[in-house]
């Protein structure tokens, strides 16, 4: 997997980007109280549409999302795949790599235009 740090494109930052299986991810990390809103969900659709084909947006938010947000996340054709502290807790126990976290949302995302897969129903995509 190759990643990129934090830059600007066309004066939006950028927290980092990371290639996967072909795919550019940006990432936009939260470290918030609350819960990440559809604004944020937003703003990272609109930093990831104006890229190229292969290109969607991962965002990570330590609170989780509101309802609104994973809807908005959502949807036919999307670009984005939205993780939480759950999912990081898979990679940094050791339970799965960050790889194959990806892999699995994604494999969601393009089967059910879902942006969210609660680690609870990782097996179902296996």
């Given amino acids: 997997m190759q990643s ?4 600007k494109s066309n004066g939006r930052q950028i ?3 990371l290639t996967h299986e072909g795919t ?6 939260k470290f918030t109280k609350s819960q990440s809103g559809a604004q944020e969900i937003d703003s990272l659709k609109a930093k990831a549409s104006k890229m190229a084909d292969n290109t969607m947006g ?5 609170s989780g999302y509101t309802k609104v947000a994973i809807e908005e996340a959502s949807g036919s054709k999307t670009t984005l795949i939205i993780m ?3 999912h990081l807790y898979l990679f940094f126990s050791g339970v799965m ?4 976290i990806i892999s ?8 059910t235009g879902q942006a ?3 680690v609870s129903e990782f097996y179902n995509y296996i």
């Fill in 4 to 7: 990129k740090r934090p830059y």
């Fill in 15 to 17: 927290d980092g980007s």
């Fill in 24 to 29: 550019t991810y940006l990432l936009e990390l």
């Fill in 58 to 62: 991962l965002m990570m938010s330590i």
């Fill in 84 to 86: 939480d502290t759950s």
């Fill in 97 to 100: 790599s960050f790889q194959e």
């Fill in 104 to 111: 699995r949302i994604r494999r969601h995302a393009s089967q």
């Fill in 116 to 118: 969210y897969l609660a």
